[in-house]
């Protein structure tokens, strides 16, 4: 079974700094997807960015980018020039074949 | 617009009884799905279907009952046999894109249903 590991306690960001997230995941499938969600607290969830298996080069959109470590089996969200609307929590998921398996996620709180 | 459409947003049930949440998408997805979420928990998969009269149990799927008759609607059925229901419950939805698969599975959410059992 894919598993998703979100360790992080709580994290405060200064506003305007990077905030890095970390995620690892454990499968033996060679074709696998990564996601990063953003759930504020509203409570929809937002898709944010993608990073597939074989893909050769990092994601990126826009402010957010996936730091994709194959070998470790890590995709960690960098999230660059914070914004107070970003403070929200943030999801790990990876795709099973029919499905998205989350992690537990991590808080992020942007002051300003 | 298109999106996923969610009720009721709260909802609050005494013990012992049925509650039906609805989830209406006008999206054309193909695929829906029920997650739910406790607090300080990621989102577990109860149930989802992939195409209309057809449906899989995910990982928590005791207690719980889905229907799929319509390509756009997907109801999540809360029984009294869930002995912890109180949790906020997310719909999702996703294409089918052929030769790529499940659209990356990148899921659409709807905004979510709360419910409380008194």
């Known amino acids: 079974a894919q598993k998703i590991t979100q360790t992080q306690p709580g994290m405060f960001v200064q506003e305007k700094e990077a905030v890095t997230l970390d995620c690892t995941y454990d499968?033996?499938?060679?074709?696998?997807?990564l996601f990063w969600y953003k759930q504020p607290s509203s409570g929809e969830m937002i898709f944010l960015i993608y990073q597939g298996s074989y893909d050769q080069q990092n994601a990126t959109e826009g402010r957010y980018s996936l730091n994709f470590q194959k070998a470790r089996k890590s995709a960690n969200l960098v999230i660059s020039a914070s914004q107070l609307g970003d403070s929200a929590m943030y999801f790990c998921?990876?795709?099973?074949?029919?499905?998205?398996?989350f992690g537990k996620g991590n808080q992020v709180v942007v002051i300003p | 617009d298109g999106g996923i459409t969610q009720s009721p947003k709260y909802l609050f049930r005494k013990e012992g009884q049925n509650v039906t949440l609805s989830c209406e998408q006008n999206?054309?997805?193909?695929?829906m799905y029920w997650y739910r979420q406790d607090p300080g928990q990621g989102l577990r998969l109860i149930y989802y279907?992939?195409?209309?009269?057809?449906?899989q149990k995910g990982d928590i799927a005791e207690g719980y009952s889905v229907s799929r008759e319509k390509k756009e609607s997907f109801p999540l059925t809360v029984t009294s046999a869930q002995k912890n229901p109180t949790a906020f419950y997310l719909c999702?939805?996703?294409?089918?894109?052929?030769?790529?698969?499940?659209?990356?599975?990148?899921?659409?959410f709807g905004a979510g249903s709360r419910l409380t059992v008194l």
């Open positions: 999702a939805s996703t294409p089918w894109v052929g030769v790529g698969g499940w659209g990356a599975n990148v899921l659409t």
């Open positions: 499968t033996s499938d060679p074709s696998y997807g």
């Open positions: 998921a990876m795709r099973d074949p029919n499905r998205l398996a």
């Open positions: 279907s992939q195409i209309v009269n057809d449906f």
């Open positions: 999206l054309n997805h193909d695929a």
